[in-house]
């Protein structure tokens, strides 16, 4: 428990023997429950998984165990772990879920932060931010770097979340009020599922907030392909911020926030083919000022769903 609120973590997992065991031995003596969800690992991930379940009875009391151990039948990417936790944990009455990877890149240190502002009342989703501090961010190799950036400008005009950054970093923590606000069957199940999770949110009303928090770069084997993930990840924030515009047009701002964004885009468009025809016109200009003001506009809108970090 944590100021009288119960703590849940998710600890998704595939292929991460040697590393999920600590992850689960680790977690501060807050935390009341660990879901530890194996997406069916070819390795001794579950294994290790069942030993951590052993090793950590001593943390609970009466028939239920503090690691509840869950395992896919089938690969279904870490979204679909993470959708498996969730459910579970709402289930189980769980106050404030957390996420943490099951590849010990996530400091257990950290988690109190994180969960504070949601616990608190001051945010309904907290996520950590390594592009805040330079610090943080010092070890991140370049590529995942230029890739993040590049993927946390396409996130905050999808999401409507204009102060949140680096959108990839899956150390976070939910109210089960917020959980129970969102389709949760819906999610997307790959890599991308936190940018999605985040246009849901924004489009249900949910206040955001940052915390700033490293990341340590181990001994671990990322199996993305940045070649693959930022255009796949990039086509899913197109249709989720379509989604988002489509089901958040109740009010008269909200409507010509749509019409600026859609009127700009067509006028963009119009205009680039007019410039290969070579055919001059102004539509260009006029696209690319009806985009800011839809950008503009949509800061406005959502400035409510800022949350507080202290």
């Known amino acids: 428990m944590y100021e009288n609120s119960s703590i849940g973590v998710v600890v998704p997992a595939y292929n991460e023997a040697g590393f999920v065991g600590e992850v689960l031995e680790t977690l501060p003596a807050f935390v009341d429950r660990a879901y530890a969800i194996d997406d069916r690992s070819t390795d001794e991930t579950w294994a290790e998984i069942q030993r951590a379940k052993r090793r950590t009875e001593h943390r609970r009391e ?3 165990s503090f690691v509840v151990p869950i395992r896919h039948e089938e690969n279904r990417g870490v979204g679909g772990a993470i959708k498996t936790g969730y459910l579970r944990a709402l289930e189980d009455d769980i106050d404030v879920i957390a996420v943490m990877g099951g590849d010990g890149q996530m400091d257990p240190e950290e988690l109190v932060r994180i969960v504070e502002p ?3 009342g001051r945010a309904d989703y907290a996520k950590g931010n390594r592009l805040i501090r330079e610090s943080d961010h010092a070890e991140m ?3 995942r770097y230029v890739g993040n950036v590049v993927l946390t400008y396409l996130t905050k005009v999808a999401t409507g979340y204009w102060h949140v950054g680096d959108p990839q970093m899956g150390y976070t923590v939910i109210s089960r009020s917020a959980l129970e606000a969102i389709d949760i069957e ?3 199940e790959f890599y991308g599922y936190c ?3 985040l246009v849901r949110l924004s489009a249900a009303g ?3 907030v940052d915390v700033p ?4 770069y181990g001994d671990e084997t990322s199996t993305i392909s940045y070649a693959e993930y930022i255009p796949r990840v990039s086509l899913m924030l197109l249709r989720m911020f379509v989604w988002r515009l489509a089901t958040k047009r109740d009010s008269p701002s909200e409507q010509l926030r749509t019409g600026l964004f859609v009127g700009g885009a067509a006028g963009a468009v119009a205009g680039l083919v007019g410039a290969v025809l070579r055919r001059r016109s102004g539509l260009t200009l006029v696209g ?7 950008m503009v506009l949509d800061m406005v809108l959502n400035r409510p769903l800022n949350g507080r970090s202290d």
């Open 62 to 64: 009466g028939e239920a």
């Open 118 to 120: 949601v616990v608190d």
């Open 141 to 143: 190799p370049p590529f």
């Open 186 to 188: 819906a999610m997307y």
């Open 195 to 197: 940018n999605d999770l």
């Open 206 to 208: 949910q206040t955001v």
């Open 213 to 216: 928090a490293p990341l340590s």
């Open 288 to 294: 690319v000022v009806a985009l800011l003001g839809g």
